[in-house]
């Protein structure tokens, strides 16, 4: 104990003597953390190849990222990720020089320069009503040499200058109920079309004269059926449309007044397959309509005949036409059939000749084709080549030439649901190790380098030779455990309802695994992914066994959706089985019990406030129903401004009489009053957070009991008013409460009131306390509060013989029935940034000092000493508490440029901060996602449990031989010397 | 002596005897040399060497408690080091501290052989080493009280606490926001 006591002491007073700062340096980026550039779901993309320099193609996605690839390598040559508020959409090229973006609901209008990205202009527009936003660039219209982009946004027609952004002319479309549908400006005139439903039946049509914006014709028709969707343009001056059941297509000619053409779907295919959906596409007289799964390519006559040219039931995709020489169009179809995707590219006139027909193999795990992007180029023998740029089901992008894949790019991997982590094997003689070292020599060669490096002997070439080993290091990217922890697998879900598992060592995708029970199908028409549990950590006596995670998904928006569960090998990325639920998932409850397989216990609550209990075995059922009367669960309705508390009673009784179903009751409610609070964040303990002690020693050896619970929530509300944007409130009217609720009792622990303050509340707990951060309108800042709750009935504890036989209570299991004697402390403090998200740093035993990590703002991950947020901070510190390690009182937090863990990188689009653990005490991993992904090794307090990477081992053995040597050396020495001395 | 011996075993042809005690002087011819006094050997034999003994055992019993003394001037020496040390954790302090500490129990582990030169049964060693024991655990609480100063002895209900482990609770209760 007395060892224990000093070596704590010797710790705490070597580390208050250490600068809090953790930075790294230039040589060392690179050798623990990756990061990974992404770009999401492509939503549009634009080829750029001129016939001389290199091929690109611009795209946009759907986290809002433009940017220009490399059509060669695929590389990243620019990107902006746009906010999330400001979504893209439309894009093209300009003058062969600019990228256009059409952004935030059509009133954003934005020029980038093609090869550098830089920002060259931007205009604001805007309109008199929402409405459809519609981005054209006429190649050969000019008003008085200037080029102009159209666009139709909020209920208006603009015309744009390509030089300055400048709005040339514009025109209002007001009428009450007109939504537009399409603008067409046909090539090579003067006029623009706008076509469009005004009150559901009634078809109108503007001409517009492109260069000043004069209204030439109006025209509107009635039509009796109504109409449903998109309209299609086929022809200049001819769309398609549906009528409002969806069963007869409407060809509707406006060259001369305007006509309708009906043509019931049931005359084109013989068996009906429901309402139809138009899939609009720019092709000249060619359309596609979809029934269910059925898709259906129809061509359209001169006459405005309609005729099924392709009636198919796999999936297909219809790209952009592509002008090919003398004014003919090109345009592709891609299928997938079984493990290939079949890519067709045909003339607009020409159905039945293939300009092109390939087949490609295609990973089964990428799902359909979702999207494709054709662009020419001409063979060396003169003929027309294509290159397909296609986007599959996981969001992945392609480039298909010559039907071969030429780079592909895992972009789904930029909209993560959730992450997991999963050991990786233990290394046995059958697992394959990367080897490490060839051979001694090599392995010498290296460390004689490395001390030379640390003699400052090297050369340059020394240097770079050094560094290039350092980050090669094959050690790091084993796919076995190692002794440290620091090799994990990453598991990750995508919004495309895929798995990936990237290996912590250098981020490699080490497989993938596309899940079926969250892909679109009959019964399931828009499937959710909603979390990722840990459902099998074998250890100890399963160890057999691989570890398996658990994926919840269900199957609409709507909260009585069915669910959907997945059970994944993390060592193969096999699915091990899926269930389709019956009953909706409302809250998912791992318990914390598992069964002989170390399978955790889950406990799914339904919409109708039924519990489910996974796995579905005896053994499980058995040790639940041994804990029954201990679990309760609670939902927050932040609706209504309610929390309640249930509890469970007993198998369910009624329709759904089912082995694993159990009713709940309800145990107690908090409502919030609705006009003054509303609820805005919720945040609760981890929940395999690891707590090393229960008593927190003060400066003069005082000891303070921490509340630590597994049961605690912390709830932040605003009052209704100031639940807006910051600053739409006085701070009069604006307030935000923090409660501390034990969720078994609903006993609500603490409550502190900030006036003048409001949200978005960003929180973050952990053991005993909870630091959050929100705006304060006084003081026109942002501000971090922390509370610490402390334990006030155990304070008694103090006769130091009873501690000593171990004659104390402070261990026993407690019940949350008992009445708890609370103090909290607390203290506020300013904070320069707006924060995105709070994380804190976890370690195996809970002993190491914890860091925040704040995403900020600009998309880094800033680490703050939890020490900065000690209520106990004082302006004149004793000289007890200085040694205790306790910072002076400052109004606001420091920022210290180098304890930004992603140091010079950004991670764009940042959404979550996950720790965990490594096996070292010291050492935390840290990975943080977005639209990039970044990861890195943290250690709060310095590594203090192990020599660094840098450690000079040939060094550490040369002095050991040398010593060795050097001792027997004068033993002999002096061995021979006594022998001389005896024989005098 | 080997060569001695050797003689001896090869036959001894004369001797001579330095160990004359005959007392009387008539006994010789020879007269005594002057300034020779017989008389003090003489003495009785029991007589001398009781003397002899009781300067000798006097000179231990003195120079036993000598030794005993010694750790006096240690501990005053340690008092002064320790002042010098201070109260905060540190290399020198706590050096200083263990060898308070190390100084005593080595020197009471080895109080026999300290005491060993000085054996003697007509020698009371009891009390030197009693306060040559208790100097030590003078010195020993010296010591003890330095490592209190310096707070490293568990004294403190902090320092049986520090790693106690949080307590179970019996419940459970999990939930939030409806998915």
Redesign the interface.
Same mark, same amino acid.
């Given at each position: 104990?007395?060892i224990?006591?000093?070596l704590? *002491?010797?710790i705490l007073?070597f580390f208050s003597s250490l600068n809090p700062i953790l930075s790294l340096y230039e040589d060392q980026v690179g050798l623990v953390d990756w990061h990974q550039q992404y770009l999401g779901k492509v939503k549009q993309a634009v080829f750029h190849t001129h016939k001389t320099g290199r091929k690109r193609v611009v795209v946009s996605t759907e986290e809002n990222v433009v940017a220009l690839l490399d059509l060669r390598q695929g590389e990243i040559f620019w990107r902006h990720v746009l906010g999330s508020n400001d979504v893209i959409d439309g894009i093209d090229i300009a003058l062969g020089k600019y990228v256009i973006t059409l952004s935030s609901g059509g009133s954003i209008l934005r020029a980038w320069n093609l090869p550098d990205g830089q920002m060259v202009w931007e205009s604001s527009l805007r309109g008199p009503k929402h409405s459809k936003s519609l981005l054209l660039v006429p190649t050969n219209l000019k008003i008085e040499k200037d080029n102009i982009v159209i666009i139709f946004s909020n209920g208006r027609l603009n015309a744009v200058s390509c030089i300055d952004g400048e709005v040339l002319w514009e025109k209002d479309f007001e009428g009450e109920s007109l939504e537009v549908q399409q603008v067409i400006q046909p090539p090579g005139s003067n006029l623009i079309y706008v076509v469009g439903f005004a009150s559901s039946s009634l078809f109108e049509m503007y001409q517009i004269n492109a260069l000043n914006g004069e209204l030439l014709k109006h025209e509107s028709a009635a039509f009796s059926g109504g109409f449903l969707g998109e309209v299609s343009p086929v022809f200049s001056e001819t769309v398609v449309a549906l009528d409002s059941t969806g069963l007869i297509l409407l060809t509707v000619s406006f060259q001369n007044g305007i006509s309708f053409q009906q043509t019931p779907i049931s005359n084109l295919v013989k068996d009906s397959f429901g309402p139809a959906k138009i899939i609009p596409s720019s092709v000249t007289g060619i359309f596609a309509i979809k029934m269910n799964a059925v898709t259906i390519v129809i061509r359209v006559t001169d006459e405005n005949k309609l005729e099924v040219v392709e009636k198919t039931n796999h999936e297909t995709s219809i790209s952009d036409a592509l002008p090919v020489s003398e004014g003919q169009q090109a345009f592709a179809l891609v299928q997938r059939a079984g493990p290939e995707i079949h890519l067709r590219v045909k003339l607009a006139h020409n159905w039945d000749d293939n300009l092109l027909k390939e087949s490609v193999k295609m990973d089964q795990h990428r799902g359909l084709v979702h999207k494709i992007y054709i662009n020419n180029y001409i063979r060396t023998d003169k003929s027309y080549g294509f290159r397909a740029l296609i986007v599959m089901e996981d969001h992945s992008l392609l480039l298909l030439q010559q039907g071969e894949i030429v780079w592909s790019r895992e972009d789904g991997l930029a909209s993560i649901i959730d992450v997991t982590t999963s050991e990786l094997p233990v290394e046995r003689d059958g697992v394959s190790v990367a080897k490490v070292e060839h051979n001694l020599f090599e392995w010498l060669k290296g460390h004689m380098l490395k001390l030379k490096g640390t003699l400052m002997l090297a050369s340059p070439q020394d240097i770079a030779a050094i560094q290039s080993m350092r980050l090669k290091n094959s050690e790091k990217s084993k796919m076995t455990r190692d002794h440290n922890g620091f090799r994990k697998l990453l598991i990750v879900l995508t919004r495309a309802g895929k798995l990936f598992a990237l290996h912590t060592g250098d981020g490699h995708i080490v497989w993938s695994y596309l899940l079926q029970s969250l892909q679109k199908s009959k019964v399931c028409q828009h499937p959710i992914g909603?979390?990722l549990y840990k459902w099998q950590v074998p250890h100890h006596h399963a160890m057999d066994e691989n570890p398996s995670v658990l994926v919840?998904g269900?199957c609409g928006p709507s909260?009585d959706a069915p669910g959907a569960l997945s059970f994944v090998d993390t060592y193969t990325g096999k699915e091990l089985s899926s269930l389709s639920l019956v009953h909706s %998932?409302? $809250?998912?409850?791992? *318990?914390?019990y598992t069964d002989s397989t170390e399978q955790r216990l889950h *406990?799914l =609550?339904d919409?109708d406030k039924h519990a489910h209990l996974y796995p579905k075995t005896p053994e499980a059922i058995s040790i639940f129903e041994r804990?029954l009367s201990? =679990?309760?669960?609670?939902?927050?309705?932040?609706d209504n401004g309610i929390i309640k508390?249930h509890a469970l009673r007993g198998k369910c009784t009624g329709e759904v009489a089912d082995e694993v179903c159990f009713d709940t009751r309800e145990l107690w409610s908090i409502v919030f009053p609705s006009e003054s609070e509303k609820i805005i964040a919720?945040v609760?303990r981890k *929940?395999n957070e690891v707590?090393?002690? $229960?008593?927190k %020693?003060i400066a003069d $050896?005082?000891?303070m009991?921490?509340y =630590?619970?597994?049961?605690l929530l912390f709830v932040a509300t605003v009052a209704l008013k100031g639940s807006g944007e910051i600053g739409s409130v006085t701070p009069e009217e604006s307030w935000l409460v923090a409660y501390l609720i034990d969720? %078994?009792t609903g006993r609500i622990l603490h409550r502190v009131t900030h006036h003048g303050s409001q949200g978005p509340v960003h929180a973050v707990f952990s053991e005993n306390w909870v630091v959050y951060h929100y705006f304060n309108l006084k003081a026109h800042r942002y501000e971090m509060s922390v509370i610490e709750i402390y334990d006030q009935s155990r304070a008694d504890?103090?006769?130091?013989w009873k501690?000593?036989l171990g004659k104390h209570n402070?261990?026993?299991? =407690?019940?949350?029935?008992s009445r708890p004697d609370v103090i909290t402390k607390s203290q506020s403090y300013f904070f320069t940034h707006s924060v995105k998200t709070i994380a804190v740093t976890s370690t195996t035993k809970g002993i190491t000092s914890k860091q925040l990590l704040i995403g900020t703002i600009g998309d880094q991950v800033l680490a703050l000493d939890k020490r900065f947020l000690d209520p106990r901070r004082t302006v004149n510190p004793t000289q007890a508490e200085k040694e205790e390690g306790i910072i002076p009182l400052t109004d606001s937090l420091p920022i210290i440029p180098q304890s930004y863990v992603t140091h010079a990188l950004r991670v764009e689009g940042l959404r979550g901060i996950i720790t965990v653990p490594a096996k070292l005490e010291s050492t935390t991993l840290v990975f943080a996602h977005g639209v990039d992904l970044f990861f890195t090794q943290l250690a709060p307090s310095r590594t203090y449990d192990s020599l660094t990477d840098d450690f000079n081992y040939a060094l550490l053995l040369i002095t050991i031989v040398a010593l060795v040597a050097a001792i027997s050396l004068t033993w002999t020495l002096s061995e021979r010397k006594e022998l001389q001395e005896n024989w005098r | 002596m080997e060569k001695g011996k050797g003689i001896m075993g090869s036959g001894r042809r004369w001797a001579v005897h330095f160990s004359d005690n005959s007392t009387a002087p008539s006994s010789r011819d020879i007269p005594d040399p002057p300034g020779f006094a017989r008389a003090s050997v003489d003495q009785d034999d029991s007589t001398v060497s009781r003397q002899k003994k009781d300067a000798e055992s006097n000179w231990k019993s003195q120079k036993a408690w000598e030794v005993a003394q010694a750790p006096f001037k240690n501990l005053l020496m340690m008092g002064f080091m320790m002042w010098m040390a201070g109260n905060t954790?540190?290399l020198f302090s706590i050096g200083i501290t263990f060898s308070a500490l190390w100084q005593p129990i080595s020197a009471l582990q080895g109080v026999g052989k300290v005491f060993e030169p000085y054996k003697d049964n007509k020698v009371d060693l009891l009390g030197p080493k009693l306060l040559f024991i208790a100097l030590n655990l003078g010195g020993l609480a010296l010591g003890v009280w330095k490592l209190n100063t310096l707070?490293?002895?568990?004294?403190?209900?902090?320092?049986?606490?520090?790693?106690?482990?949080?307590?179970?609770?019996?419940?459970?209760?999990?939930?939030?926001?409806?998915?």
């Open positions: 104990m007395a224990r006591s000093f704590i *002491l010797f007073f909603l979390n919840i269900k909260s %998932v409302a $809250q998912v409850i791992p *318990l914390p *406990l =609550i919409a804990e201990n =679990i309760y669960w609670y939902s927050v309705e932040d508390g919720t609760t *929940l707590v090393h002690t $229960q008593a %020693v $050896q005082e000891v009991y921490k =630590i619970s597994r049961n969720t %078994v504890n103090k006769d130091v501690l000593v402070l261990t026993s299991p =407690i019940s949350l029935y | 954790v540190h707070g490293l002895l568990p004294t403190h209900a902090s320092d049986w606490v520090s790693s106690l482990p949080p307590a179970q609770e019996v419940e459970y209760s999990g939930g939030g926001i409806p998915l």
